[in-house]
Nanobody, 114 residues
Framework: QVQLVESGGGLVQAGGSLRLSCVAS????????MGWYRQAPGKQRELVAT???????NYADSVKGRFTISRDNTKNTVWLQMNSLKPEDTAVYYC????????WGQGTQVTVSS
């Protein structure tokens, strides 16, 4: 079963930055498209950004120009650099495949204060 371990979340003021990390195991990472997702309180989980095995990226309109997804296939790691954070970015952030694998990690909490 795939294992996904997210880290890097925290409390930050609006306009600040955070860098999230996700280490994946028990998958052929270099062949897997990956994504970052988030779930805010009372809302459905949404897709934030994706990256193909060859590092082609795509972003939700709400984060375009502020967030950057990247990966290192030698480290089985995908990152999400988040700049110019807004209070509406507050959520638990998860990484997963794109399309999703069968299981989810614990996620990492991002809280942006105004």
């Amino acid at each position: 079963q795939v294992q996904l371990v997210e880290s890097g979340g925290g409390l930050v003021q609006a306009g600040g930055s955070l860098r999230l990390s996700c280490v994946a195991s028990r998958i052929i990472f270099r062949l897997s498209a990956m994504g970052w997702y988030r779930q805010a309180p009372g809302k459905q989980r949404e897709l934030v950004a994706t990256i193909t095995p060859y590092s082609t990226t795509n972003y939700a309109d709400s984060v375009k120009g502020r967030f950057t997804i990247s990966r290192d296939n030698t480290k089985n790691t995908v990152w999400l650099q988040m700049n110019s954070l807004k209070p509406e970015d507050t959520a638990v952030y998860y990484c997963n495949g794109y399309p999703q694998f069968g299981s989810w990690g614990q996620g990492t909490q991002v809280t942006v204060s105004s």
